[in-house]
């Protein structure tokens, strides 16, 4: 079965804590992505990586944390310097750049109290 | 400033209805425009993807219009089904980047 695989689906943490949530792929593609999705909101871009040990900061990266180790494996640490973590991440990878169909993962719903 | 406007925010149809969601974009260097749909506490789903030569383009009871003059699209959906209750969302790329620019969506319910 191929695709795109994020755990858990739901995530509760306490303020102060650090979270990793967790992405991998089985379709050979050289680009990950981390969103974040609010309601009313269109999906925000966290990080994406390219390649193995190569990652870029996207528009709202402030807080977070990723590791490109493995082409399979792309997670994603909401520190606790992330003022407003409770949200719905969302995970995705495509072949290549911008041309390319993103694929999605299922998502895991963090909620810190 | 790159930006995707979806229209409207929400809408409500009764089951066997057509219904067509909108999609203005300002994005360039223009790639290609994905619509995807996106079940409640799901990842989505592409549905269609259309070039800057591609007008129309079909996938079942979806069919999506682009007029790149005027940099809007549309999907329409044929004989609406309960199954149909979900968001969707435009998507745009800008060419030769890892951008993807996102719309916030439009909530279509069906209702039976």
């Known amino acids: 079965d191929g695709g795109i695989t994020q755990s858990p689906k739901y995530l509760f943490r306490k303020e102060g804590q650090n979270v990793t949530l967790s992405c991998e792929q089985n379709l050979n593609h050289d680009a990950m992505y981390w969103y974040r999705q609010d309601p009313g909101q269109g999906l925000r871009l966290i990080y994406y990586s390219q390649i193995v040990n190569d990652f870029q900061k996207g528009d709202i990266a402030e807080g977070y944390s990723v590791s490109r180790e493995k082409k399979e494996s792309f997670p994603l640490t909401v520190t606790s310097a992330q003022k407003n973590p409770t949200a719905f991440y969302l995970c995705?990878?495509?072949?290549?750049?911008?041309?390319?169909?993103?694929?999605f993962g299922p998502g895991t719903r963090l909620t810190v109290t | 400033k790159n930006q995707v406007e979806q229209s409207p925010q929400s809408l409500i149809i009764l089951e066997g209805k057509n219904c067509t969601l909108q999609?203005?974009?300002?994005?360039?260097?223009?790639?290609?425009l994905r619509w995807y749909k996106q079940d409640t506490g799901r990842g989505p789903v592409s549905l269609t993807i259309?070039?800057?030569?591609?007008n129309t383009k079909s996938n079942g009871r979806y069919t999506a219009t682009l007029d790149a003059d005027t940099k809007q699209s549309s999907l329409h959906i044929t004989a609406s089904q309960l199954s149909d209750s979900a968001s969707y969302i435009c998507?745009?790329?800008?060419?030769?980047?890892?951008?993807?620019?996102f719309g916030t969506g439009t909530r279509l319910k069906v209702l039976a």
């Open positions: 998507v745009v790329s800008a060419h030769g980047t890892y951008k993807y620019i």
């Open positions: 999609c203005n974009y300002t994005v360039s260097p223009f790639s290609n």
């Open positions: 995705a990878s495509s072949t290549g750049q911008g041309g390319y169909e993103q694929y």
């Open positions: 259309m070039t800057f030569s591609e």
